[in-house]
């Protein structure tokens, strides 16, 4: 199918400055004896381990125009997150299911005139999601987020050009970027499907935390989505094509 979304975010983990964005996006729902494509990824099963899975994860960033704390400093390119996630199944009875998750994910970004390369992160978190007889799904996921320098120099680094009276010189190192909280609900109805997410980072003792860059302990995340599912006779001929 096809879907609608908006989305409400901040520049950047720690910024006062937010924004507000409608955009379009794909929908797609396929599931196999070993691969499943859903909203949460691309899922393959790994060799003959019951419960244990490996996705595809994804994530990224928008362009920002740097302002507030980042007044006069380069613009923030679009970034792009990708990379395998390892997905243990704890208990999982079709309604119910607990998972671990650890995602490790690539980061580059992109001016359009050339791909640069920001680093890396990975992370630990539970994911928590319950199926009500109702078909309303409610999905918990918490965990926390590691960055290496370079990611993290990337968002909260200022080099020398860039010190002010009130920005001072500051190199960020890795580590713990913070704890991330999320919390959804969505529910399909014959042939659309609609939901919405809020999602809060706790950025208490990350590695970044004195960076002149960092202008709050927390962020907020949140959207609405609706989207329309398309007949079973077009999905068909796209499962055949996947398969």
């Not at 002149?212 to 398309?230: M, Q, T």
């Amino acid at each position: 199918g096809i879907g609608i979304g908006d989305m409400y975010y901040p520049d950047y983990l720690g910024s006062n400055h937010s924004n507000n964005l409608v955009v379009p996006f794909p929908f797609i729902d396929y599931h196999s004896e070993k691969l499943d494509i859903d909203t949460d990824g691309i899922k393959q099963q790994l060799f003959s381990i019951d419960g244990l899975s490996v996705r595809l994860s994804m994530s990224g960033s928008l362009p920002m125009s740097s302002s507030g704390a980042r007044e006069g400093m380069d613009d923030l390119d679009p970034a792009g997150e990708i990379g395998p996630a390892l997905v243990y199944s704890l208990y999982d009875d079709g309604a119910f299911s607990f998972k671990l998750d650890l995602p490790i994910r690539a980061v580059v970004s992109s001016d359009f005139k050339g791909i640069d390369y920001r680093g890396y992160l990975y992370e630990f978190k539970a994911k928590i999601e319950y199926k009500n007889k109702q078909g309303y799904l409610f999905q918990l996921h918490t965990g926390g987020v590691w960055r290496d320098k370079r990611y993290n120099n990337y968002i909260y680094g200022v080099e020398q050009e860039n010190i002010t009276a009130t920005r001072e010189y500051y190199k960020a190192e890795a580590g713990y970027s913070g704890y991330k909280t999320s919390f959804g609900i969505s529910k399909k109805f014959n042939r659309v499907w609609v939901g919405a997410y809020i999602r809060h980072y706790d950025l208490t003792d990350a590695i970044f935390g004195d960076s002149p860059l960092k202008e709050r302990n927390s962020a907020i995340y949140g959207g609405a989505f609706v989207a329309y599912l398309f007949d079973k006779s077009f999905s068909n001929r796209v499962k055949e094509w996947i398969e």
